[in-house]
């Protein structure tokens, strides 16, 4: 469990990836910063939304594809459940296709980054999505905005 980030809550995380290895390692990255803490781990989208009813997070760092419930759906449940309006949904893929970050924008999620973001940018994706903000891959955003301006 991580230490206290001096004048600010500790903001509680749930990984929800089917890969062990993923979710071990991003347990272990979130744990080590101050201010931040892991409340739980969910290998399907099933267990995600089972274990946000349950542990509360502020925020829950999403897989897009997992067994039994896929991402999108789990961020559906966990967006549109009234006792859960305060945890914030960042999705994490591989993938970068449009239909995704499109079905993950309608499903609720406040987020979508890249596995293979910086650390820090995933981290600074957790704090602001607990602070009530967005964060977009910067890719991902700028196919965003040239689709809006389109």
Excluded: C, N
């Amino acid at each position: 469990m991580s230490t206290e980030w001096p004048g600010h809550p500790t903001i509680r995380v749930l990984v929800a990836d089917d890969q062990q290895l993923l979710r071990h390692s991003l347990a272990i990255l979130i744990d080590g910063t101050p201010g931040l803490t892991v409340v739980g781990q969910a290998a399907t989208g099933h267990d995600a939304v089972a274990l946000t009813r349950e542990r509360r997070p502020d925020v829950v760092l999403m897989d897009i594809r997992m067994p039994d419930g896929d991402g999108i759906e789990a961020t559906r449940h966990i967006t549109g459940d009234p006792g859960l309006r305060d945890t914030g949904v960042v999705v994490l893929s591989m993938f970068a296709l449009d239909e995704y970050v499109s079905a993950a924008l309608r499903a609720g999620a406040r987020g979508f980054l890249l596995k293979d973001a910086h650390p820090d940018q995933l981290l600074d994706a957790i704090r602001r999505t607990h602070a009530g903000e967005s964060l977009f891959a910067p890719s991902i955003l700028t196919r965003l905005v040239t689709h809006y301006l389109d």
